[in-house]
Every structure is written in structure tokens, then in C-alpha cells.
């Protein structure tokens, strides 16, 4: 078995772990974390990276469980966050091509984390040409000796990666800031469109080497 955690527009390392599989279990039963990609994923934007940030409420404070986390709309992040998006990647190649359908989602609100980050994920897995992969939620807490493969804590923000395993693709702000990989899944799919398939294809291949 392989398990998750819920992501919001997670990393490419994220995708390229999943593409290919055919069933994956996303883990919602543990004692939500703070400083994930569970509710934040970065960009490349002008002015360089970004961190984008879903402010959550906690009901039962820091034994919440994942599962229980809800998305707070005290302040408008939906129109930041999009507002962000739009000046990141308005000139790449794809994202005009994506815009309408994505920024349905910025125009809807969500209570559940766990539910905004899964409405993405199956909207950006259909849109790369996944289309027969199983997802399951967690029913209970499992340690990691549970599952053939757990990356509920190794794809994480704060962890380095090995760049080399990332190939370069076309970024709007390359110019300027050098190539920066393994960003949002969004990096990939608004500058590669339907050839971001085939690129996590090779991530994967290269990440099986280590």
C-alpha cells in the first residue's frame, strides 16, 4: 500500500510518486501538523518564490485530526491566492488554456480542507491524463510499517531535494531566477500542459534510482 498526506497543489515529487499507480490511500486520521504542504504549495512568481497558505481553523485545537480541519474564510484568501496565481502565470503557455475551469475553484467554498485539497487533486490528475487511479481515505491511524511505501512525512517543505532528478522545463521567470524545480504541480501543468504526464513519467524514474 502507498499513502499521502492531503496536499494543496502539492509538489511535482508528489504527482510523480502517484502517476502510474494504481491505487493510492491519503492519510486524514493523524494529529494535523502545522507547516506542510497540507494547506500551502509554492509558486514561482515575479518577485520569486511564493508561499501560498490556506488559513485553517483547528475544532479540537492541536489534537485536531486532519480529517476535522476546517478552511477559514475570515480573510479572502481565495482572491489572493488566485490574484497570485494569475500574475505567476499569465504569459505561460497553458494557462489560459486552464484558467476558466481552475478558477472555478477560487469562486467556491469549501469547508473541509481534506475536501478542497481532494476537488484538486482530481481536477489536476484528470487534466495530466489520469483518469483510472483508486483514491482512498485513511479509516484509522496506521504507522509507516503498514504500507509499502509512506510519504505522509517525507514530502515535506522543509526537507532538500536532489535537483538533479528534477529535468528542467520552461519556466516564465527562468530568466531571472534560474530554473526552480519541483514547485506546485501547477508550475508543471500551466508550463508543459499535456506533456506533464510524460515529465512526472521520467521524475518517477529518476526518483526509483535513489
Known sequence: ???????????????????????????????????????????????????????????????????????????????????????AYNKSPFFLYYRDEFYFFYKTKIESLTDWNY?????ILKKI???????????SYFRSDNYKYDYRESIHPKKPINTILFPRYYQVFEDKYGFMPNLSIIDLLFNLG???????IGVKKNLRIL
Open 129 to 139: 491524463g489520469v483518469n483510472e487511479l483508486e483514491i482512498m481515505f485513511t479509516d
Open 1 to 87: 500500500m502507498i499513502i499521502f498526506s492531503t496536499a494543496y497543489l502539492p509538489p511535482v515529487e508528489y504527482f510523480a510518486r502517484v502517476i502510474n499507480e494504481n491505487k493510492i490511500f491519503i492519510e486524514v486520521f493523524e494529529t494535523y501538523p502545522k507547516q506542510t504542504y497540507r494547506n500551502r504549495c509554492k509558486i514561482l512568481q515575479a518577485n520569486g518564490l511564493l508561499t501560498l497558505s490556506i488559513p485553517v481553523n483547528k475544532p479540537f485545537g492541536n489534537k485536531t485530526q486532519t480529517k476535522d480541519i476546517k478552511i477559514s474564510y475570515d480573510e479572502e484568501w481565495q482572491i489572493k491566492h488566485w490574484r497570485a496565481i494569475e500574475s
Open 194 to 200: 499535456p506533456q506533464s504526464k510524460d515529465y512526472l
Open 119 to 123: 476537488s484538486l487533486f482530481e481536477f
